[in-house]
């Protein structure tokens, strides 16, 4: 098993901690959206990486960087994960919700007014433009 290999069970594992009733069979998208965002820290934002490590095709991981960088959680050189880390434990909250942003279930945008981002269901977000 090479380096990659390993890594990419590390990063399944890690998610499989995450949520034991989290299963690819059940709920793939779920669970290939978050393999993504587990994995970009390690491949970074792009494509062509993240598809040849994570095995899933980049026209999955495509719509997933697109809504990432859109919610300003990536950019096209950098992952943006500190908010994942509360004293030095994994946000399982944060983390989901980054999920639901990448699946395009949730919007991401910064509200001036607030100085803050401010979360949104995609379908009653009326504040987005």
Request: charged share 20%.
């Amino acid at each position: 098993m090479n380096f990659v290999d390993t890594a990419v069970e590390v990063v399944k594992g890690l998610l499989t901690e995450l949520d034991l009733n989290l299963a690819i069979e059940e709920r793939p998208e779920l669970y290939n959206t978050a393999l993504v965002l587990l994995s970009a820290p390690i491949c970074g934002p792009d494509t062509t990486r993240l598809a040849a490590f994570t095995g899933l095709p980049c026209s999955f991981i495509a719509p997933v960087r697109r809504r990432m960088i859109q919610a300003e959680l990536w950019t096209d050189t950098e992952v943006l994960c500190d908010q994942w880390v509360a004293q030095g434990v994994l946000c399982q909250s944060c983390f989901w919700l980054d999920v639901l942003v990448a699946q395009g279930l949730i919007i991401r945008t910064w509200d001036e007014e607030e100085g803050q981002y401010c979360y949104g269901y995609v379908d009653y977000a009326t504040w987005v433009n």
